[in-house]
């Protein structure tokens, strides 16, 4: 007889725990039900279970799979918005990047220092200098630490030192500031998993096709099961609408005018080698629009982003070769040696969910958000930034739970770390003793370490069975064998995309964007879920054409073209 588990699930997300939360989904009535596996979404999954509620979240791709995978990757107050006199925004990111670097996930947000270049003396070194100030002062105001060192002023010839590639006449001075930086896709996908370990029933790949209402109520959805091709209705005394971009195409399913829009905006990142310039921190520039980031990343440098309104495919926003000139041009100003389209790796684009304004500009509208109950038993969550997820998720349940008769407890997301954060600092210490033990390079235990925290340890059994997995993948050295395994057994990878693009970045750090890995990753992933040698090869030639149709997409001069063709190569599953 299976032990009854009272408390918490399986700490694993895999193919049998996924038929589990499809089972559960169809047979009882959640308190929560959760649309949408971003971000916001799977903070909303795990803020509402463990105020003791039973809950349900379904994606109709894979975790992370929009918006939330395809950000700057940076945990940070939004120092521009300080500019837009946007205290209270700064000042709520700061104390969640304290948080979230300190005790929900060490393992995973890590501090990053950046440069502003200045270009005037002093009128610009006073003006700057006080909005870094006031940024410092915000990030001790939550109560404990900032968890990273304050600003300083830098001459020149410091700078200089510090940045060799920079072009001598392209600044004064500068002042430096640290902010911090995550993988948004192993972090939502790890939010997922960590919800399911306190007992949400999540599935991925399911899509929500509309709204069970009673009477004006909302009190359920009909569900697609996109793998199985299963139809089933979920009930659910409230629903939460976290979609992101997709907001105003989830509400129109209800047939109730929203009390919002969301807007779409295109940001484009490049990648770029971590060689092709020298420098010990990231920098801060200004541009006409917006700002723009260069963040030390591995061994690479991510550039970005760009800030333009898009009304095309939201599922795969498409770069054009403007939107690359354009990134180039703006670093290319501060660089002595100039970056060519030769130098670039690999190029993303997402879409940030905006709410609507007056203004026609999208650098310009709001990243607050906003929480409505937009008809009875359905509240919907838009807008806000990646960094403050904790708090748009704690708002939603907040909003959902005041409708439930029941007297829900308040949140604790605040003291609720992340699977693999606790006990990391420990392991981090011991990480030379554990790399001797395995036989394994250090470097490599300091990869694991800062990718899986202290479920390391599951990884490092999957080597001690078999030692072949400890094998780099072809073409994409910083990442193993075993790490494709066991994202398909214990984090809710289903398909090689899941894989190259999210639960690894292979498909924007290497070379060749993962052309050499993808069979490999195909024929490990098929010996685990059980493919056929039709399915590893179906697979392995549908990521090589999304990856042809990104190179194709990113040679065109404006949207409309760059998504024609990047539409050219299907999704393995259609969530149309």
């Known amino acids: 007889m299976a032990r009854l588990k009272t408390v918490t699930r399986s700490s694993k997300l895999g193919p049998e725990e996924r038929a589990d939360a499809i089972t559960a989904l169809k047979e009882k009535e959640l308190d929560i039900l959760v649309v949408g596996g971003g971000i916001v979404g ?23 799979s929009g918006t939330s995978s395809r950000s ?35 393992h995973l947000v890590k501090p990053v220092r950046f440069l502003y270049p200045l270009k005037k003396r002093v009128i610009e070194r006073l003006y700057i200098g006080a909005g870094m100030l006031l940024y410092d002062i915000f990030s001790y105001t939550g109560g404990r630490p900032p968890g990273v060192p304050h600003h ?7 700078v200089m030192r510090s940045i060799p590639s920079l072009s001598n006449d392209a600044l004064v001075g500068g002042i430096t500031y640290y902010d911090a930086q995550v993988d948004d896709a192993r972090y939502v996908a790890s939010l997922a998993r960590t919800a399911s370990f306190y007992g949400a029933h999540v599935a991925s790949r399911v899509r929500v096709e509309g709204f069970i209402k009673v009477g004006e109520r909302v009190v359920g959805v009909n569900a697609h099961d996109l793998e199985t091709g299963e139809k089933f209705e979920i ?14 195409d989830t509400q129109s399913m209800v047939g109730e005018r929203g009390q919002f829009k969301v807007r779409a905006s295109k940001g484009v990142h490049l990648v770029v080698p971590r060689d092709r310039f020298q420098s010990s921190m990231g920098l801060l520039l200004r541009t006409e629009k917006s700002v723009l980031f260069v963040i030390p990343w591995g061994r690479h440098w991510l550039i970005g982003t760009t800030d333009t309104d898009w009304h095309l495919d939201k599922s795969h926003p498409a770069a054009t070769a403007a939107d690359i000139d354009y990134i180039l041009q703006h670093v290319n100003d501060v660089l002595a040696v100039k970056l060519t389209r030769d130098d670039v790796e690999g190029v993303y684009a997402g879409l940030r969910p905006l709410l609507a304004g007056e203004s026609d500009q999208t650098s310009k509208l709001s990243r607050e958000h906003i929480v409505a109950h937009s008809v ?14 904790r708090i748009m998720a704690k708002d939603a349940i907040d909003a959902a739970a005041a409708a439930l008769d029941a007297n829900v407890p308040k949140s604790v997301t ?53 030692p072949s997995l400890n094998t780099p993948l072809p073409g994409a050295d910083d990442y193993i064998e ?95």
């Open 235 to 248: 009930r659910a005394k409230q629903v939460v609408n976290a979609t992101g971009v997709w907001t105003d």
């Open 376 to 389: 009875p038993g359905l509240v919907v969550v838009a807008g806000g930034k990646w960094t403050t997820y």
């Open 42 to 64: 799977t903070g909303s999954a795990l803020d509402a279970v463990t105020r003791g509620l039973s809950v349900g979240m379904v994606e109709a791709r894979d975790w992370a």
């Open 72 to 106: 700057s990757k940076l945990v940070h107050g939004g120092i521009r918005y300080l500019e837009q006199l946007d205290f209270r925004l700064v000042r709520e990111a700061l104390i969640e990047r304290g948080l979230l670097l300190q005790r929900l996930a060490p």
């Open 414 to 466: 605040q003291d609720i770390a992340l699977l693999g954060a606790e006990g990391y600092q420990a392991a981090w210490n011991k990480r030379a003793k554990i790399a001797r033990a395995f036989g394994v390079h250090k470097v490599r235990i300091e990869h694991l370490l800062n990718r899986y925290g202290v479920m390391t340890d599951e990884l490092l059994d999957l080597i001690r069975e078999t």
């Open 152 to 158: 300083r002023h830098l001459s020149k010839t410091q």
């Open 482 to 576: 075993a790490e494709v395994v066991y994202a398909a057994t214990h984090e809710g990878a289903l398909h090689l995309e899941d894989v190259l693009a999210r639960r690894t970045r292979i498909s924007i750090e290497a070379w060749d964007r993962g052309i050499s890995a993808a069979p490999v990753a195909a024929k490990l992933m098929g010996d685990v879920l059980g493919w056929d040698a039709a399915r590893v090869e179906a697979e392995t030639n549908n990521y090589l054409k999304r990856v042809q149709a990104e190179r194709d997409s990113q040679l065109e001069p404006d949207d409309e073209s760059a998504d024609r063709v990047r539409l050219e190569a299907p999704d393995i599953v259609s969530s149309k």
